[in-house]
T-cell receptor, first 116, second 113 residues
Framework: AQSVTQLDSQVPVFEEAPVELRCNYS??????LFWYVQYPNQGLQLLLK??????LVKGINGFEAEFNKSQTSFHLRKPSVHISDTAEYFC??????????????FGKGTTLSVSS | DSGVTQTPKHLITATGQRVTLRCSPR?????VYWYQQSLDQGLQFLIQ???????AKGNILERFSAQQFPDLHSELNLSSLELGDSALYFC????????????FGPGTRLTVL
């Protein structure tokens, strides 16, 4: 079965510092990878997704992620964070090999806290 | 605003009761997914419908059921509620399964007392 591991449950950073949120997945077949953000008391919003092609994916709000097949990773990065980036971030995978069909399998989430 | 609507926003009920959560997908989206978010289990997939038919099941309890109607809106029915069913329930929709972006609604927060 597919699984997603977000290696850090909490990441505190200062404003304008770079940040990396780490995500590893387990799979023996092709997967599709997603990063979603959840602001307090809101639903999930897609940041970016990797389906195929270039391994560097750019998303909204200045975020990007790199797909690394050999390391089965899909880390999320931003070169300079803002206070408004404070939120919960979820890495997710979908695959035809999932017993759950095309549903997303989510990691436990990483809380990004940006302070001044 | 994702275009996915969920009602009600909050629901407080007692153990043993039955509730219905409603979801209207984005216009044109045929797939509807239900997810449960709780502190201990995280975000878990419950069930998926595509154009009125059940497509996949995840960790959905037998006390829970869902359906998608001809107008594509979906309802999640939770019965014999237990304290542990307290959670945030999200509906998501997409045009095509697998690769298309899933758009999430704002969720329904269920509290079972």
């Amino acid at each position: 079965a597919q699984s997603v591991t977000q290696l850090d449950s909490q990441v505190p950073v200062f404003e304008e510092a770079p940040v990396e949120l780490r995500c590893n997945y387990s799979s023996s077949v092709s997967v599709y990878l997603f990063w979603y953000v959840q602001y307090p008391n809101q639903g999930l919003q897609l940041l970016l997704k990797y389906l195929s092609g270039s391994t560097l994916v750019k998303g909204i709000n200045g975020f990007e992620a790199e797909f690394n097949k050999s390391q089965t990773s899909f880390h999320l990065r931003k070169p300079s964070v803002h206070i408004s980036d404070t939120a919960e971030y979820f890495c997710a995978v979908s695959s035809l090999a999932n017993q759950a069909g095309t549903a997303l399998i989510f990691g436990k989430g990483t809380t990004l806290s940006v302070s001044s | 605003d994702s275009g996915v609507t969920q009602t009600p926003k909050h629901l407080i009920t007692a153990t043993g009761q039955r509730v219905t959560l409603r979801c209207s997908p984005r216009s044109g989206d045929l797939s509807v997914y239900w997810y449960q978010q709780s502190l201990d289990q995280g975000l878990q997939f419950l069930i998926q419908y595509y154009n009125g038919e059940e497509r996949a099941k995840g960790n959905i309890l037998e006390r829970f059921s869902a359906q998608q109607f001809p107008d594509l809106h979906s309802e999640l029915n939770l019965s014999s509620l237990e304290l542990g069913d307290s959670a945030l329930y999200f509906c998501a929709s997409s045009v095509e399964p697998l690769t298309d972006t899933q758009y999430f609604g704002p969720g329904t927060r269920l509290t079972v007392l």
